[in-house]
């Protein structure tokens, strides 16, 4: 059992290989299922010139934006970046390569990178700048464009459940890129908010089998709320 | 009287029908929830990963794991599913959302529709935009006929990049609403006390005006 138990103790030991230059996958939407702790790490471990993969870039002060503010990103590929002033001034200076990508797009480049696909053909994007220079095609009278997948030497995962085998799963709107990015790193690192034994949960409600998870810790989370809105109370 | 964002909302959500999955973007098309007609059924997609999205919640049932994709606090009605950003998609590419409500900068008489830039000025990102309108068959854009200086939105041909390119089917400005086809723009409704002058006027793209043109229902 102990070569399928995959938790670690420390950041450290969860982000062990982490290096300069290399290509990183992080959950999250806005904030919502972010790995909150596996990013504070990155920052102190100082490591620079990475790619980042992520849906949005956080916020100035929390999320990625932290490496942003920090300087260790060289190339973000996402799909928005309102919310953020530090990656707008970043990417409008030059200082930063941003790649954006189709919302639907950047989900299917890595669900297909985590599947083996290298490649598929969708209507996203045809006839506008991020068609250029990529190979096109007209099937059964559509126009579409080629895009290839995206895989990545980390990916850094957030779960509501993971159990000690990396069974894991999400919860509500927490989920959004985390499972696919769970497929597609080389060496995928799930922060839980809680770790249960292998037996726990229920093999039919599990969304992440646990063949892609190589790293399991446990996170403390802030869960900082971007847009706090609330209906008023009831008379 | 030009439409308020509001008005706006209250025409788009005329044309929800019972039983559609309905996607609608960040600003005025949030608000079309609303005013979902009365006695029918609609369930509303946020393309990060819910369908079934409910109103606001209260200060005791706010959730940091339950927001929709203007990442603001919401919560799930009755029946909702949640799913990843993979799967999400997969239902919008796929062509099973109904109807895609969604803003604009400019609009052109081909159906194209820029969104997500200004060069030099602002970039926003395309977030889902671009494979909701690649995605949808049924797509109503809502924006604003003209910018603050009277300059038109609706063009002969889009200037700024585009988000899509020929999948613009009808658009709703605070003026007009109006259906794309043939290469033109063709008049349907206008604003109540808006003269067909007036729209005619602030219309860049060519227009196709019939003899009658009935004011909104509101």
């Known amino acids: ?235 | 009287m030009a439409l308020s964002r509001d008005q706006l909302a209250q025409r788009v959500a005329a044309e929800l029908k019972d039983g559609f999955y309905v996607n609608l973007g960040i600003g005025i098309p949030t608000l079309v929830a609303n005013y979902i007609p009365k006695g029918i059924d609609v369930m509303l997609q946020s393309e990060n990963g819910l369908l079934g999205m409910g109103e606001f919640p209260t200060e005791e049932t706010i959730d940091a794991d339950l927001i929709n994709a203007g990442k603001q606090t919401v919560t799930a009605v009755d029946g909702a599913s949640f799913f990843s950003s993979a799967e999400s998609f997969a239902m919008i590419r796929g062509g099973h959302v109904d109807l895609t409500v969604l803003g604009a900068f400019e609009v052109d008489e081909q159906g194209s529709i820029a969104s997500w830039m200004i060069p030099g000025k602002l970039i926003k990102g395309m977030g889902g935009a671009m494979d909701l309108v690649a995605g949808a068959d049924n797509i109503i854009v809502t924006m604003m006929h003209a910018d603050k200086r009277g300059n038109s939105k609706l063009l002969a041909k889009c200037e700024l990049p585009l988000t899509g390119f020929g999948c613009i089917k009808r658009v709703l400005t605070d003026l007009a609403f109006m259906e794309i086809k043939d290469g033109a723009f063709h008049l349907l409704e206008r604003a109540p006390g808006v003269s067909v002058e007036e729209i005619v006027d602030k219309t860049a793209g060519k227009l196709v005006v019939p003899e009658h043109v009935p004011e909104m229902n509101l």
């Open chain 1, 1 to 235: 059992m102990a070569g399928l138990n995959k938790v670690v103790h420390s950041y450290e030991e969860a982000l062990k290989g982490l290096s300069n230059n290399m290509t990183v996958m992080v959950g999250g939407f806005g904030l919502c299922g972010i790995p909150e702790g596996l990013i504070s790490h990155m920052v102190k471990t100082g490591v620079t010139g990475l790619t980042a993969i992520s849906n949005n870039a956080g916020v100035d002060d929390f999320g990625l934006g932290l490496l942003l503010k920090s300087r260790q990103i060289d190339t973000m590929i996402a799909s928005y970046v309102g919310e953020n002033a530090t990656f707008e001034q970043q990417m409008l200076s030059g200082e930063l390569n941003v790649i954006l990508t189709p919302q639907g797009t950047l989900a299917e480049k890595i669900r297909a990178g985590g599947a083996g696909i290298p490649a598929f053909f969708t209507a996203t994007g045809y006839g506008t700048p991020i068609a250029e220079g990529k190979e096109t095609r007209e099937i059964d009278g559509r126009h579409y464009v080629l895009e290839p997948s995206l895989t990545a030497d980390f990916a850094l995962i957030r779960a509501w459940k993971a159990d000690t085998m990396g069974n894991l799963v999400f919860r509500k709107t927490a989920a959004n890129f985390n499972p696919m990015m769970a497929t597609a790193g080389k060496i995928t690192v799930v922060e839980a908010e809680h770790i249960v034994e292998p037996g726990e949960l229920d093999p039919d409600h599990i969304h992440t089998p646990g063949i892609y998870v190589n790293r399991v810790i446990q996170g403390t989370f802030e869960k900082r709320i971007e847009q706090r809105t609330v209906k008023p109370a009831e008379a």
